[in-house]
């Protein structure tokens, strides 16, 4: 199956290169076309790139458009059967990334796939790939890390899942499902982009699978170090999630649940600390 690799960047220079430099060479032996998409990096990723791996097709966007948008200039580019979407921030071999059309091949009715990921510990990273995030989803959530009692799943599963959603940090995307739905939705900034992309493919029949026997390494957050912004973002998109597929009635709800949990989960806090 014909590859294409997207790597979208925003002021991650060394990451990036060494993002590429875990499947560049390879992968260009192996006929693989390989994408970086530079969202106006200011910190020389783009000539750094030039000059290393010359073999890599570089599309320079003037503004930063975040990851849907960023991504969609690469997808339109890509010619491959399998496109993989991959973070800047994820350390991936070869050996591990050419498994991944393998497996779309195995697997006919996914239209999305993703391995297992770690963090830079070598643990399973939370929130790799979970449910939708429906009132009651959340609501459970919510109350299992208030009163403490651990996470929803299990993020060492070690058997291949269907699941509702994988990240976007690292997923093989079939093209055919792609072109059938369209690209990923530019409404979103940053979050649910990925989650809103999964969705529409599951309700266009396609299926989609988290395979954690084999993984990379997702560093995260590399690109967002002011914790605020990244937390607007997440809630923004969030509610656009809502209004998109739940409707007007549920993203009410979802802002007095979101009030309400992190008032809830402030005083829990401020609690925990007089004590």
Not at 134 to 152: E, Q, V
Not at 198 to 207: D, E, N, P, S, V
């Amino acid at each position: 199956m014909k590859t294409s690799v997207i790597v979208l960047s925003y002021n991650t220079r060394e990451l990036t290169l060494n993002c590429l430099r875990q499947f560049a060479t390879e992968a260009d032996r192996a006929g693989w076309q390989i994408i970086l998409v530079d969202n106006a990096s200011h910190d020389e990723t783009v000539p750094a790139v030039r000059r290393e791996f010359p073999q890599v097709e570089v599309i320079c966007s003037e503004e930063n458009l975040g990851f849907a948008a960023g991504n969609n200039l690469g997808l339109r580019l890509a010619s491959g059967q399998a496109v993989i979407l991959l973070n800047s921030d994820v350390l991936a071999p070869f050996t591990t990334l050419v498994r991944l059309p393998a497996l779309l091949e195995a697997y006919p009715q996914a239209a999305i796939l993703s391995p297992q990921l770690l963090t830079a510990s070598g643990a399973p990273q939370a929130f790799a790939y979970g449910n939708d995030p429906t009132l009651p989803y959340l609501s459970k959530r919510g109350l299992y890390r208030l009163f403490r009692r651990g996470d929803l799943h299990d993020w060492g599963v070690r058997s291949p899942l269907e699941v509702d959603w994988v990240s976007g940090a690292c997923m093989c995307v079939r093209r055919a499902a792609f072109e059938q739905v369209g690209l990923l939705d530019e409404h979103f900034f940053l979050y649910f982009e990925d989650n809103d992309w999964c969705l529409r493919m599951r309700k266009a029949g396609w299926k989609v699978m988290y395979i954690p026997t084999f993984a990379v390494v997702h560093l995260g957050g590399q690109s967002w170090s002011a914790a605020r912004v990244a937390s607007h973002h997440y809630r923004n998109s969030l509610r656009y999630f809502y209004q998109k597929h739940y409707g007007l009635l549920a993203t009410w709800l979802l802002t007095i649940g979101l009030t309400v949990y992190h008032t809830l989960l402030r005083d829990h806090r401020e609690h925990g600390d007089e004590k």
